[in-house]
């Protein structure tokens, strides 16, 4: 059984986690009004793997008995600037995230919940992943700089990301 502050700091993730989803679904919708459906085809996924955090989430706090109380989560953004002020925005969010879970980890260790530690093993290594993605996406959108014919080029390129089932 977990304890209730780390219950409570999981049960807040939860809500992070569906925050970050609703986010980057707000970016996506934004990428297809720009007529940039591979941006669009990028957030939407990244949207997905962030929905998929949350119920994993939300998995483990009932696997572990625990009570699961899902908090309203904040109207993201809407109104967003060029494809860099985007994905520069990604990549601030994914390391917001990654000092939320670091913290998680940490009351873990504190509260000697090493059951929720192992579980969020997971999370850091996933959040290493993300924060690079990011990176790259930024970076790359900075080489494009104002050329159209290299944005759209990576709008192809986002445009072709699949899926990738999670991991255990």
């Known amino acids: 059984m977990m304890n209730a502050a780390v219950r409570d700091a999981f049960n807040e993730q939860i809500k992070q986690e569906l925050y970050s989803g609703y986010l980057y679904l707000s970016m996506s ?64 969010h994914e390391r917001a995230v990654t000092g939320m879970i670091h913290r998680l980890f940490e009351l873990s260790g504190q509260e000697g919940d090493w059951a929720a530690q192992q579980e969020l093993q997971w ?30 080029m990576l709008d192809q390129q986002f445009g072709s990301r699949v899926a990738e089932p999670e991991q255990a």
């Open 123 to 152: 999370f850091i290594a996933e959040q290493v992943e993300e924060e690079d993605s990011a990176a790259t996406a930024r970076d790359q959108v900075r080489m494009a700089g104002e050329d159209l014919s290299a944005l759209l």
């Open 29 to 92: 919708a934004h990428f297809d009004q720009e007529n940039l459906p591979g941006f669009a085809h990028w957030m939407r996924l990244q949207a997905q793997e962030e929905l998929g955090h949350g119920m994993r989430l939300f998995d483990y706090v009932l696997r572990r008995g625990a009570k699961v109380e899902l908090h309203g989560i904040d109207a993201p953004q809407t109104d967003f600037g060029p494809p860099l002020s985007v994905v520069e925005s990604v990549l601030e």
